[in-house]
């Protein structure tokens, strides 16, 4: 029998099985065990805290969502749906801009597309730190050169007007560069040829952006929409940290991680808003990814 460096060939039968399970355990053990376990404590009145008792009570926490605690509820998905609709729209605008700036190989065009890029690699709590003195209502330099500017003091993340906006651009400004290389790669992917052909029709920079460029990257449309909302209906760590969820910025992910780890941790309420934004992502995603392949298909 021959050998090789990892033992006989019976040996290395085990190897492929072995790759699949070790990813396989951790997927078992973080990814569908804690699913499943959300399921089941949404059906419970249960604390979380070691100790405590798992009191199963059916619905009963999905009732309480509908009746008793159903402003909160509301309050919360409405917030989350304008977050989710006011990040998408704008961090694709932007990016989709920033791309047909930035597509062409020239000189510092790499630089300016790995500045942009760069926020993304930072922590959500570096983000949060650095913004939160930026727009100190006291010391920030946004509020001092909005009074000496303009004469306007403001709160600014402390205000119920303003605090939902700039949590906005905050997330914008993290995640746009992202979005930017996908379109910048959609653009690219695009014949020269179609190019050559619209400006042998003598369309000029409007005309081809809406009747080439535009209608090509649908795919890349896709992606980014798709990208985009889904991490916009989960998002809470930045706004928990600009906001803590204060002056209207509390949305379904945010109420869901503060009521089941909070300091008045209810962890089978807690479970069920996850339900409730699981379904609300179900709803939001399923409908783009109808909409967005239709237009695929259409152009």
Same mark, same amino acid.
């Given at each position: 029998? @021959?050998?090789?460096?990892? +033992?006989? /060939? /019976? @040996? ?20 569908? #065990? ?11 009145? #249960? ?45 694709? +605008? ?65 205000? @119920? ?33 179609? #190019? $050559? ?12 952006? /809406? ?33 803590? +969820? ?12 503060? @009521? ?33 392949? /239709?237009? $695929?298909?259409?152009?």
């Amino acid at each position: 029998m @021959t050998t090789c460096p990892f +033992g006989t /060939r /019976r @040996t290395r039968r085990w190897i492929p099985w072995l790759s699949i399970a070790i990813p396989g355990i951790g997927w078992l053990v973080f990814g569908l #065990y804690p699913s499943v376990a959300t399921v089941g404590y949404s059906f419970t009145k #249960y604390s979380g805290l070691p100790g405590t008792a798992l009191n199963v009570c059916g619905l009963c926490n999905y009732r309480d969502a509908f009746t008793t605690m159903l402003p909160d509820v509301a309050g919360s998905l409405k917030v989350t749906i304008i977050y989710v609709i006011a990040v998408t729209l704008l961090q694709n +605008g932007v990016a989709l801009g920033l791309a047909v700036l930035l597509k062409e190989k020239r000189p510092l065009y790499g630089l300016y597309r790995a500045l942009i890029f760069m926020p993304q690699i930072f922590s959500v709590a570096v983000v949060g730190a650095i913004f939160s003195l930026l727009l100190d209502p006291y010391s920030g330099p946004v509020a001092h050169f909005l009074h000496s500017a303009f004469g306007i003091t403001s709160s600014l993340l402390g205000s @119920t007007t303003l605090a939902l906006p700039l949590v906005i651009v905050v997330n914008v400004w993290m995640f746009t560069g992202y979005s930017m290389l996908i379109y910048i790669a959609g653009l690219r992917h695009i014949p020269k040829e179609v #190019y $050559e052909a619209g400006a042998l029709d003598g369309a000029g920079r409007w005309a081809v952006f /809406r009747h080439i460029s535009w209608p090509l990257l649908a795919p890349a449309t896709t992606v980014n929409v798709f990208l985009t909302a889904m991490g916009s209906i989960g998002e809470f760590a930045l706004i928990l940290v600009l906001t803590n +969820g204060n002056f209207g910025t509390r949305t379904l992910g945010l109420s869901m991680f503060t @009521t089941a780890f909070g300091s008045n941790s209810q962890l089978g309420y807690g479970s069920m808003l996850a339900m409730l934004q699981f379904f609300l992502t179900l709803v939001i995603g399923g409908g783009l990814l109808v909409v967005l392949r /239709r237009r $695929e298909v259409s152009m």
